[in-house]
């Protein structure tokens, strides 16, 4: 059990780690961490309003507004879904995936120093057992990649 607790402990705090780096980066850009995270989810993906606020745990008005501000900055946009013209999709603009891009590169200047403390090899590794954790969370969400 004491493994157990070592690992979740290990987690938690490699988690704090990343979440302040994520906050920091945004913060810089004038977003929010759940701003940040919709433009992650954004940038390969066209998912419905609903779809989106379901995956991020808000509800359809809180959804709504954080889209809304977006839209006013020019990140996102709204538009009636291909597959169902009765269904709202949500998209980034081309100054959003420029905003996002620049996010990313920050966070992973931050970053490399913290993971460069593992050879490549390891680097692999990690990748790989991430890639395990988060596998079962994509299964039910089709557009479950962050930044």
Known sequence: ?????DLMDALVRTTFRVMAVLT????AHDLSLTQLRVLGILRDRRPRMTELAAFLGLDKSTMSGLVERAER???????????DRRAV???LTEQGRELFDKVRRDVVAE???????????????LT?????L????RAGVEFASEP
Do not use: H, K, N
């Open 73 to 83: 900055r020019g990140l996102m946009v709204r538009g009636r879904s291909p597959e």
């Open 128 to 132: 790989r057992l991430l890639d395990v």
């Open 134 to 137: 988060t596998a079962a969370d």
């Open 1 to 5: 059990m004491a493994a157990d607790e």
């Open 111 to 125: 970053l490399a120093p913290f993971v460069g403390r593992l050879d490549e090899a390891q680097q692999c590794d």
């Open 89 to 91: 999709d949500v998209a």
């Open 24 to 27: 920091r980066a945004g913060a």
